[in-house]
């Protein structure tokens, strides 16, 4: 779905740039300078299920002495939705946007990401040069679930993760374009109990539902395949598709650690986030352990996957080994801090880019 003047805010523009592997839709503020320097260039990537129009509320409040752009990833928003390799990892992602940024003549960039896109722009950084890291509600450096605290793997074929996690009501909803709030899977509720706190009301709403709509369910898209497993809770991740991309077996971003060069990271994060946590709704083993999903075998066995403390400890790493980190961690903020809590998120972006 190419933007549209319905979903795009006064001063930002929407165009598509063709590379040899994507043809990718970005958004641009009216009038920026197309020839800043990296260090006056900021990168905005998404997260899943979504696109670039989230990123508006936020591009037209950063100084108007930056250039900002926010990118549409491959099957989201106005881009190409050719199938996702999840052998890979997230690396189908860092490698389109390495290309978009050589197409446009940007060299480096600060790069934000957004919870899948946050494991996006940390991928980008172990294979190309960036100014600055800023994770919001990042995945964690070992993927999505299947690990214990250390980044280890519960079980040689990644059970309980990837494509076969999506709730199939919810993956209709999105081919049928639901904009309802009639059952707890369509992707309002979602929206509304998963990527932001209780509480949370915004005029924008319609917008930021037409972009969790804009997601390709095309084949090798959202969520991905899945393979049977003889571990509970009876399937694992598939070889392609989106939810697949994370899984622990293809995704690993720890060596983030070992960079001779190590841009400086921002981490902000909430503590009411439902879907990147300790206790992470999305986990299936988190919910087996609830008592949502029957037959769980055990913490010995399937441990919720500890989130917030995996990237802590990376990080913590990271900055032992010579990085500069800054954590912000905000009080009963949801998956979404640049949404809950804009000028804040604004002024800490900002701090983070002057001091580099």
Same mark, same amino acid.
């Given at each position: 779905?190419?933007?549209?003047?319905?979903?795009?805010?006064?001063?930002?523009?929407?165009?598509?740039?063709?590379?040899?592997?994507?043809?990718?839709?970005?958004?641009?503020?009216?009038?920026?300078?197309?020839?800043?320097?990296?260090r006056?260039?900021?990168v905005?990537?998404?997260?899943?299920?979504s696109?670039?129009?989230?990123?508006?509320?936020?591009?037209?409040?950063l100084?108007?002495d930056?250039r900002?752009?926010?990118? @549409?990833?491959?099957?989201f #928003? *106005?881009? !190409?939705?050719? $199938?996702?390799?999840?052998? =890979?990892?997230?690396? &189908?992602?860092s490698?389109?946007?390495?290309?978009?940024?050589?197409?446009?003549?940007?060299?480096?960039?600060?790069?934000v990401?957004?919870?899948?896109?946050?494991?996006?722009?940390?991928?980008?950084?172990?294979?190309?040069?960036?100014e600055?890291?800023?994770?919001?509600?990042?995945?964690?450096?070992?993927?999505?679930g299947?690990?214990?605290?250390?980044?280890?793997?519960?079980?040689? @074929?990644?059970?309980g993760? #990837? *494509?076969? !996690?999506?709730? $199939?009501?919810?993956?209709? =909803?999105?081919?049928? &374009?639901?904009?309802?709030?009639d059952?707890?899977?369509?992707?309002?509720?979602?929206?509304?109990?998963?990527?932001?706190?209780?509480?949370?009301?915004?005029?924008?709403?319609?917008?930021?539902?037409?972009?969790?709509?804009?997601?390709?369910?095309?084949?090798?898209?959202?969520?991905?395949?899945?393979?049977?497993?003889?571990?509970?809770?009876?399937?694992?991740?598939?070889?392609?598709?989106?939810?697949?991309?994370?899984?622990?077996?293809?995704?690993?971003?720890?060596?983030i650690?070992?960079?001779?060069?190590?841009?400086?990271?921002?981490?902000?994060?909430?503590?009411?986030?439902?879907i990147?946590s300790?206790?992470?709704?999305?986990?299936l083993?988190?919910?087996?352990?609830?008592?949502?999903?029957?037959?769980?075998p055990?913490?010995?066995?399937?441990?919720?996957?500890?989130?917030?403390?995996?990237?802590?400890?990376?990080?913590?790493?990271?900055?032992?080994?010579?990085?500069?980190?800054?954590?912000?961690?905000?009080?009963?903020?949801?998956?979404?801090?640049?949404?809950?809590?804009?000028?804040?998120?604004?002024?800490?972006?900002?701090?983070?880019?002057?001091?580099?």
């Open positions: 779905m190419s933007a549209s003047d319905s979903t795009l805010f006064d001063g930002i523009a929407a165009r598509v740039v063709s590379t040899p592997r994507l043809a990718t839709q970005i958004l641009e503020r009216v009038g920026d300078d197309d020839s800043a320097p990296p006056r260039t900021v905005l990537v998404h997260g899943n299920v696109s670039a129009l989230f990123w508006q509320e936020i591009m037209l409040m100084p108007a930056l900002v752009i926010a990118v @549409d990833l491959r099957g #928003g *106005g881009s !190409g939705s050719q $199938p996702v390799d999840a052998t =890979r990892g997230l690396r &189908d992602y490698d389109d946007i390495a290309e978009l940024l050589s197409e446009l003549g940007i060299v480096s960039a600060h790069l990401g957004w919870s899948m896109g946050g494991g996006v722009v940390m991928q980008y950084a172990l294979d190309h040069r960036v600055s890291l800023t994770l919001q509600a990042p995945v964690s450096p070992y993927g999505f299947g690990t214990r605290r250390d980044g280890s793997r519960l079980t040689d @074929d990644d059970a993760c #990837g *494509g076969g !996690g999506a709730n $199939p009501d919810f993956v209709q =909803r999105l081919q049928d &374009d639901d904009t309802t709030a059952a707890q899977t369509s992707p309002r509720s979602v929206f509304r109990s998963s990527y932001v706190s209780a509480g949370y009301s915004s005029p924008h709403e319609d917008i930021w539902v037409a972009s969790m709509l804009s997601t390709s369910t095309a084949t090798g898209n959202y969520p991905g395949d899945a393979v049977a497993s003889e571990n509970w809770p009876g399937f694992a991740a598939g070889a392609h598709g989106v939810l697949n991309t994370m899984a622990p077996q293809y995704f690993n971003t720890s060596g650690v070992d960079l001779d060069e190590k841009p400086p990271v921002l981490w902000v994060h909430g503590t009411a986030d439902a990147v300790d206790a992470s709704f999305f986990d083993n988190h919910l087996g352990a609830l008592g949502i999903i029957p037959g769980w055990g913490a010995d066995i399937a441990p919720a996957q500890e989130m917030v403390s995996q990237t802590r400890d990376v990080l913590d790493a990271y900055a032992a080994d010579g990085g500069r980190v800054t954590e912000l961690n905000w009080e009963g903020v949801g998956h979404s801090p640049h949404l809950e809590r804009p000028q804040e998120f604004c002024a800490a972006l900002v701090a983070h880019i002057e001091s580099v």
